[in-house]
C-alpha cells in the first residue's frame, strides 16, 4: 500500500504543480513500475485510486490522462441569497431537482430549533443540485407543517426554498448557527451525486431565520461535492 501511495502522492503533486495538465497523457502502467521498481499491479492500482479521486480518466489501449478541472464553482457561504440564483448569476448551466418531500420521524433537536411541539409534523424536503448535468451539491431542507400547512401537498414541486418562502411571505433570511465538517459519502449519496467514496463531501449545517420577524423557517444540511467547488467564507 506504502509503494501505491508514493506513486499516488507523485502524480498528485505533479498535477497541482503544472508539469501535467488537463489532458496532458500520463506515464504508462509499465514506466511508472521501472520508474518506483513495483510491480506492474502496483502502478495499476495507483491510477485506479486516482480515477476515483476524479484526477485522471483512462482510455482503453491508449493510457491515462488528466481530467479537466476547470469547473470550480465558487461558493459564498453565506444567507440572503438562494443557491439557484448564485448559480445562474454566475452564468452556469444550472438545475435543481426535487427527489423528495417526506415526514421525518420524531426528533427532538430539529423539533427545539424549529420551536415547535411534539405534535407538530417535520417535513425534510431534498433537491439534488446539477451543474452542466453533473449533480454538485445535495440539499435538505427541514420544515414545520405548522408554519406551511400546505407543504405535504406542494412539497414534490419545490426546487428553491427560497422562492417557496418568498410567495408566503417571507423575504429577508439571516443565516445562524452555521456549522461545516468534512465527511466521506455513503452509498446512497454516492449514487445521488455520482461520486466515489474518496471524493470528500463539505457539509453544512445551519437554520435560516426571517430577519423581520425572527421566526425560525428552516434547519437544513447541504452536501457540497469537495472537487467542484471553491469556498469563500
Known sequence: ??????????????????????GDKLPSEHELAEQFKVPRMTARKAYE??????????????????????????????????FSKKMIELGF?????????????????????????????????????????????????YVAESLFPNIEHVGREISSMFEFYERHGYTDFQLSECILSITYPIKYERELLACSSLIPLLVLNSECRDKETGRMIECSRIMYRGDMFTYEL
Open 1 to 22: 500500500m506504502s509503494e501505491e501511495m508514493d506513486i499516488v502522492d507523485y502524480l498528485v503533486a505533479s498535477i497541482q504543480s503544472g508539469e501535467y495538465v488537463s
Open 93 to 141: 448551466n444550472y438545475e435543481s431537482m426535487n427527489i423528495f418531500c417526506e415526514p421525518v420521524e420524531s426528533n427532538h433537536k430539529i423539533e427545539a430549533t424549529l420551536g415547535i411541539g411534539d405534535g407538530d409534523r417535520v417535513f425534510k424536503i431534498g433537491r439534488l443540485r446539477k451543474i452542466d448535468g453533473c449533480p454538485v451539491a445535495l440539499h435538505i431542507s
Open 49 to 82: 485510486r486516482l480515477q476515483e479521486l476524479g484526477l485522471i480518466y483512462s482510455m482503453q489501449g491508449k493510457g491515462s490522462f488528466v481530467r479537466d478541472r476547470k469547473l470550480r464553482i465558487p461558493l459564498a457561504l453565506s444567507g440572503g441569497k438562494s
